[in-house]
């Protein structure tokens, strides 16, 4: 786990806030299109558009969220709202948090082109500046494991979570290939680009066991790991010309994903 102490370390978040305004993690699904202006209709929907074709168990998330006391929906560190705006055309009543500026700009502008309505509020994972048992489900995709203290942040999650409130989590798996292949080559996990043209990684990218997980989700009444997603658009043409079979049954054994399901 992260050895860096959030508490004693404010300036780290700063870094951190700095590194994603600059990096859009979903940029990645542009590469074929380099003449796409950033925050275009085109833009948010090629992007929307290989989200569902990645994200392939969304609708399992959403279908588990959909089970919770009401439709208050907190997503912890949204991003650029892809996922967010997912959930509001769904019925939830979102309010996104996120520590980078740059990713906050583009959801709110995401949610006014697709005329739906979302709270965006700039903020830490690990001080949510919300009160206790004030939504009815959370959710958080890819984002706990880039925070130093991931236990805080999940701790957080309980606390702002109404009693029988569902979270989801997606948390990064230690136990995968895409891990295995990162620690042969020596690649950095966010492929992030410097002005200079090195490239360099995220502040913190962490990778749990499914037993660490458990042991950070122990307050919460039910959890439920699952393991998904082999790898994605990362992995080019590997990706796409492994046959879907061999790739789902591989997901669920040696996938990136850990998806925490938890109800309070
Ligand atoms: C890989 S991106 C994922 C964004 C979005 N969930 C998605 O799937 O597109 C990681 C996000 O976590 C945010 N983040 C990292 N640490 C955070 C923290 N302590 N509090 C709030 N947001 C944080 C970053 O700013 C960034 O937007």
């Not at 590194?19 to 979903?26: K, R």
């Not at 136990?175 to 090195?198: C, D, P, Q, V, Y």
């Not at 950070?216 to 658009?233: P, Q, T």
């Amino acid at each position: 786990m992260s050895n860096h102490n959030s508490d004693t370390d404010p300036d780290f978040f700063r870094q951190i806030s700095e590194f994603w305004s600059a990096q859009l993690n979903n940029e990645i699904f542009l590469r074929g299109h380099p003449d796409i202006e950033r925050g275009s209709k085109e833009y948010f929907d090629i992007i929307l558009s290989a989200r569902r074709k990645y994200i392939y168990y969304l609708p399992r998330i959403i279908e588990y969220l959909e089970a919770s006391p009401d439709n208050s929906l907190l997503e912890v560190g949204c991003g650029m709202g892809t996922d967010t705006l997912i959930f509001a055309e769904k019925g939830f009543q979102i309010t996104g948090i996120d520590l980078a500026q740059g990713h906050l700009q583009l959801a709110e502008r995401l949610f006014r082109l697709y005329n739906v309505s979302g709270e965006f509020i700039k903020g830490n994972a690990e001080i949510l500046p919300f009160s206790d048992e004030h939504f009815g489900c959370v959710f958080s995709f890819g984002v706990l494991h880039h925070t130093p203290n991931t236990p805080k942040a999940i701790q957080e999650v309980f606390r702002v979570l109404k009693p029988r409130g569902r979270a989801v989590l997606m948390l990064y798996n230690r136990m995968s290939l895409n891990n295995l292949a990162h620690w042969i080559t020596g690649k950095g996990f966010e492929n992030a680009r410097r002005e200079n043209g090195a490239r360099h990684d995220a502040p913190v990218t962490q990778r749990f066991t499914k037993s660490q997980v458990r042991r950070m989700c122990s307050m919460f009444r039910d959890c439920e790991i699952r393991v998904e997603y082999l790898y994605g658009a990362g992995w080019g043409k590997v990706y796409d010309l492994t046959p879907k079979l061999i790739y789902h049954i591989l997901s669920r054994i040696i996938g990136w994903h850990l998806l925490v399901y938890l109800t309070k």
